[in-house]
C-alpha cells in the first residue's frame, strides 16, 4: 500500500520523516524484549513535530486558562539552550471570539520579529482549548491514503514516561478528506508539554474501512484453539533463558512469527 507524504506547508522541509520503531526507551527490560509489546510499538509510523533537531516547544497552561509558549534552541557544546521567542495565548470565552496572542520576548539576532513569531505558532500549534487544555501539536508531515483507507491519530503507544499527557484519539477518512496531521493534548492546568524535534509526538496507523462481524466459535475452533495453546507454551518452556537482571524469556513467539512469515512469502 503507498501513503503520499505532504510536508506541513506553514514550515515545510523542517521535522523528520515518519518512521516506525519498535523501541521505548522508558519501558523496563521485560517489557522491550516482549515481541507482542515490540509489535505494537512498531504499529503504524511515528511522527515528528516541524522542529529543528534541535528546537524545542515548550507549552505551559496556566491556572487562568492562559497558554504560554516558548522556542528554544540547543547551541550544542553544552551550552544552555537559548530562548527564540515566547509568547502567550488567552483564548476567548464564549463561541465565535478571537483568542488574544502577546509576543511577550523575540530573539532578534535569530532574524524572527513578531510577526514571524506567530507564524512560527500557527506552524506548530493547532485547535487552542478546544477542548479546555486542549494544544493540537501539528505534524512535520500529512498524509493522503488509498481509495478506502482512513488514518487514525493517537499518542505514542506504550510510553509509560511521567508525567503523562493524554492525547485524543481520531480517525480521519484521509482519502478524500485533506486532513493536517495534528495530535491534542488535553493539559491540565499546571501541565508542561515541550515537544523536539528529535522526539515523536504522536503515532498514526492507516486502516481499511470494512465492517467486522463477531461471531461464537464453533467446538472444533474451540478445541484447536486450546491444542494449539498448549503446544505453544510446551514449546517455549523448553527456550526460556534468564536473562543477566533475572527476567525470564523466551524467542520462541518470534521464531514461530518469522517461520511462518517465510512461508507466506
Known amino acids: 500500500m503507498r501513503v503520499s507524504l505532504v510536508p506541513n506547508l506553514r514550515r515545510p522541509g523542517v521535522g523528520r520523516i515518519p518512521e516506525p520503531d519498535g523501541r521505548r526507551a522508558s519501558l523496563p527490560e521485560h517489557a522491550r524484549l516482549c515481541p507482542v509489546v515490540e509489535d505494537a510499538n512498531r504499529m503504524g509510523f511515528l511522527v515528528f513535530p516541524p522542529l529543528e533537531q534541535r528546537e524545542a516547544l515548550q507549552i505551559r497552561y496556566r491556572v487562568e486558562n492562559l497558554y504560554q509558549f516558548t522556542l528554544l534552541r ?138 467486522v462481524e463477531l461471531t461464537p466459535a464453533t467446538e472444533a475452533e474451540v478445541h484447536s484453539f486450546v491444542a494449539r495453546q498448549e503446544q505453544f507454551w510446551t514449546e517455549r518452556s523448553a527456550k526460556e533463558r534468564t536473562t543477566p537482571y533475572g527476567a525470564l524469556i523466551s524467542h520462541h513467539y518470534r521464531d514461530q512469527q518469522r517461520a511462518r512469515r517465510a512461508r507466506e512469502a
Not at 510510553?159 to 503523562?164: D, G, I, L, S, Y
Not at 495534528?182 to 498514526?204: H, W
Open 74 to 211: 540547543d547551541p550544542g557544546g553544552g551550552q544552555q539552550p537559548k530562548v527564540l521567542f515566547a509568547a502567550e495565548v488567552r483564548p476567548a470565552a464564549g463561541a465565535g471570539g478571537a483568542e488574544v496572542r502577546d509576543i511577550r520576548y523575540v530573539d532578534r539576532e535569530s532574524g524572527l520579529d513578531e510577526a514571524a513569531a506567530l507564524e512560527l505558532i500557527d506552524a506548530l500549534i493547532t485547535n487552542l482549548d478546544a477542548p479546555a487544555g486542549g494544544v493540537g501539536i501539528r505534524g512535520a508531515f500529512d498524509f493522503v491514503t488509498p481509495e478506502g483507507w482512513d488514518t487514525v491519530y493517537f499518542g505514542v503507544l506504550n510510553e509509560p514516561a511521567r508525567p503523562h499527557i493524554p492525547v485524543l484519539t481520531a480517525r480521519i477518512e484521509t482519502d478524500w478528506y485533506p486532513q493536517n496531521t495534528e495530535f491534542r493534548y488535553s493539559m491540565q492546568p499546571g501541565d508542561v508539554l515541550v515537544a523536539s524535534g528529535g522526539a515523536p509526538v504522536g503515532q498514526v496507523m492507516f486502516v481499511r474501512r470494512e465492517s
